[in-house]
């Protein structure tokens, strides 16, 4: 046998034994596009693919072949991805409005392959997980620059469902109008209440009269079916393609800096162990003296990072409030573990809403 049949019959034999391993990663690939989809995660995770090839190369001795197998490391993880979406291109995404609204565009961003499906209000859309109408819900939790979406909080205090993801979606505020109409026609605008906050000192500017609706898109909508030259609506680039309204003055918003950070809600909670991982804690405390500070000690003492700390009245009782804290760290872990019952003694109600990894810019 010369070298090119010896080399050919390796091959054949390596190639045997690839197509056998390459079916057993993409088996591997559908359960992990099973997992994706029961916990609302996006398909696409840059630290895993990252990981996954810096500690793979490192298996490799040669320098020159090295540099192949990572190409070839990253040529198969697309086609996991590929595969991937295939699988759960059925998913169901809840989101609050109409197509063309902020929520609609993250839900679109983290879920391309998905099916979103529109709701009247953020109620609407997180009970339509709750009872398996859809697999997931992209809800908006606080804007950088009006705060907290508190309907959301609230849902998250008396709801069931688990937060598995957090996303920032910058946001660009902008006026639009039917075509042919300018800044000096507009007498009103119409948008979302937390658009209509952002927005503030251009409204005031140019004394402009206030009408709250429920969605920024369905806004836009109500503009383009009116046709009158005098109302305006306040939101996004992509509604005015979509309703074919023309941008009369772009970036409206108060702030350079205007985000809103958008929550994925499903129905299984995310119990994996991560250096990145963040967790969100909904509790209420005892009535005794110092309760509160307490339980806020016990979260430091065990090495975990606040960065959020809020309260909420509870809606059916006079007087009480829970609160609603982030912080950084494995919830999952010895010290969280620890923490959480240390909590118990301080804490009537106490409830891990969420675990995620490092939130994302979409």
Request: contains cysteine; negative net charge; aromatic residues 8%.
């Amino acid at each position: 046998m010369d070298k090119l049949q010896k080399a050919r019959a390796m091959i054949n034999e390596v190639d045997s034994k690839m197509a056998e391993l390459f079916t057993m990663r993409m088996e591997a690939a559908r359960l992990v596009a099973e997992h994706k989809q029961e916990h609302g995660l996006p398909i696409f995770d840059a630290v895993r693919e990252a990981q996954v090839i810096e500690n793979n190369s490192k298996k490799i001795a040669d320098d020159e072949i090295r540099s192949y197998y990572i190409n070839f490391l990253k040529s198969t993880m697309k086609l996991s991805r590929q595969y991937q979406h295939k699988l759960i291109s059925g998913m169901k995404i809840a989101y609050s409005g109409v197509e063309g609204a902020f929520a609609h565009i993250a839900s679109d961003r983290i879920f391309p392959d998905g099916h979103k499906v529109p709701y009247g209000d953020f109620e609407s859309a997180y009970n339509a997980v709750v009872c398996g109408d859809c697999d997931c819900a992209v809800l908006p939790i606080e804007n950088s620059y009006a705060g907290e979406v508190g309907q959301v909080l609230d849902l998250m205090y008396k709801g069931s469902l688990y937060i598995n993801g957090v996303y920032d979606l910058s946001i660009s505020q902008n006026l639009l109008g039917i075509k042919g109409a300018t800044l000096s026609d507009i007498r009103e605008v119409i948008s979302h209440q937390q658009a209509l906050m952002q927005c503030y000192d251009f409204i005031k500017e140019h004394g402009l009269e206030q009408i709250q609706e429920s969605n920024t898109a369905i806004a836009a909508q109500k503009v383009a079916e009116m046709k009158d030259k005098s109302i305006a609506a306040i939101a996004s680039k992509e509604t005015a393609e979509l309703y074919g309204l023309n941008i009369i003055e772009k970036d409206i918003n108060g702030s350079n800096f205007n985000t809103t950070r958008f929550a994925v809600f499903s129905r299984a909670e995310n119990t994996n162990k991560a250096s990145d991982n963040n967790f969100l804690l909904l509790f209420t405390v005892s009535h005794i003296a110092g309760a509160l500070a307490k339980a806020i000690n016990v979260i430091g003492e065990h090495g975990f990072n606040m960065k959020v700390l809020r309260s909420r009245p509870v809606k059916d009782s006079n007087w009480q409030y829970y609160f609603y804290v982030e912080s950084e760290g494995d919830i999952n872990g010895t010290e969280g573990q620890k923490m959480l019952s240390e909590l118990k003694e301080y804490c009537d109600e106490l409830k891990v809403v969420g675990n995620y990894s490092a939130q994302i810019t979409l």
